[in-house]
């Protein structure tokens, strides 16, 4: 159980252009939304946390125009890339968590994404 | 500000043995402390977490030693295997289990385990 479906697993796109990353929680209702961005071979840096019905929180650094977080069913979080540029080529991840998971949070499988 | 150090960087073992990376934390409030593996181009998955209240917990061939006092860490992983050979990350957050609390990562150690 507790399972996080994260797609595509891969994307490339062209310089300005926008690109959509959809993270479904398949068994279970997540009431919070994690967002995370990491560079080879390095940490995962948070970019933002979204609760069901409201507007995602942003940390310090993130640009919320540029990476739009929509997390409009308990099921269903997406974050959107507009107007890509090729720094912003990373591993997107994306987490979900609920009071109902016995460990709190559970990973999506990750999104790679190069801009050209 | 870093608040989950972790070490060390990266550490080779043989197989058999037992690696043991270390992670320390700031902030007295948390009170949850997940380690999690990750593979190459996969997003990480949980191993084993432990709450201040224990010392030590051990899921499998994977130990967690707690030392509250000293704000500090420890992930043992018995008889490694090459397939273990990954990334592991420390964490922790804040507030009981499936809260909104965001998890603070350490920085990450690349094992190798070699046969």
């Known amino acids: 159980g507790a399972v996080v479906s994260q797609h595509p697993s891969r994307v490339i796109c062209k310089s300005g252009t926008s690109v959509k990353i959809e993270c479904r929680s398949l068994d279970f209702q997540a009431t919070t939304m994690f967002w995370y961005r990491q560079f080879p071979k390095q940490s995962l840096m948070l970019m933002a946390t979204?609760?069901?019905?409201?507007?995602?929180?942003?940390e310090q650094g993130v640009e919320k125009d540029k990476f739009l977080i929509n997390h409009a069913s308990l099921t269903l979080s997406t974050l959107t890339v507009t107007s890509a540029h090729p720094e912003d080529s990373s591993f997107y991840i994306c987490s979900a968590s609920s009071p109902l998971l016995v460990y709190g949070y559970t990973f999506g499988s990750g999104t790679r994404l190069t801009v050209v | 500000q870093q608040q989950v150090k972790q070490s060390p960087q990266s550490l080779i073992v043989q197989k058999g043995g037992i690696p043991i990376i270390n992670c320390a934390y700031e902030n007295t409030a948390f009170d949850y402390f997940p380690w999690y593996q990750q593979f190459p181009g996969k997003g990480p998955a949980l191993l084993i977490a432990i709450r201040p209240d224990v010392s030590e917990k051990k899921e499998g061939r994977f130990t967690i030693s707690f030392n509250k006092s000293a704000k500090q860490f420890s992930l043992h992983i018995m008889d490694s295997q090459p397939g273990d050979s990954a990334t592991y990350f420390c964490?922790?957050?804040?507030?009981?289990?499936?809260?909104?609390?965001?998890?603070?990562f350490g920085t990450g150690t690349r094992l190798q385990v070699t046969l």
């Open positions: 979204s609760n069901e019905g409201s507007k995602a929180t942003y």
């Open positions: 964490a922790a957050s804040k507030g009981a289990t499936g809260t909104a609390s965001k998890l603070t």
